[in-house]
């Protein structure tokens, strides 16, 4: 499976974006997609998650991390095998790598207590940077 990532560039603060991460190969709707970023400072930081969609293909649960909720908003289109990452009110603190992630275990329940880890995905992006400024 290739990830391809999409959407990154630089912004002002108080601005919104609107990440992209489009899965190459393989059955989009069995693949648990989660976001994450990182800088040279920290290591990589969980940003959300959201499920494979059921054998209906209409049935996901989404997940945040708790400091940002409020601001962040995860979604999926299976039909343009793609997951996406909304991004409003930006702050120079969330000048990162972004990068999206894949794991193609359809399971709700052992997705439900393993999202936030990044060993859980064993398909990654390239990344894309996302610079905001004041």
């Not at 920290?42 to 209906?56: D, H, Q, V």
């Not at 209409?58 to 940002?68: A, M, N, R, V």
């Not at 979604?75 to 996406?84: C, E, G, L, M, V």
Request: hydrophobic share 30%; aromatic share 18%; with cysteine.
């Amino acid at each position: 499976v290739q990830l391809i990532e999409s959407g990154g560039g630089s912004v002002q603060a108080g601005s919104s974006l609107k990440l992209t991460c489009e899965v190459k190969r393989g059955r989009f709707a069995n693949y648990n997609m989660g976001w994450f970023r990182q800088t040279p400072q920290k290591e990589r930081e969980f940003l959300a998650a959201i499920s494979w969609t059921g054998p209906n293909d209409h049935t996901y649960f989404k997940y945040y991390s708790d400091s940002l909720r409020d601001r962040f908003a995860v979604s999926r289109d299976n039909a343009k095998n793609s997951a996406y990452l909304e991004i409003g009110s930006l702050e120079p603190e969330d000048t990162a790598i972004y990068y999206c992630a894949a794991s193609e275990f359809p399971n709700f329940k052992e997705f439900g207590q393993t999202y936030y880890a990044t060993f859980w995905y064993n398909a990654w992006g390239q990344g894309t940077q996302v610079t905001v400024s004041t």
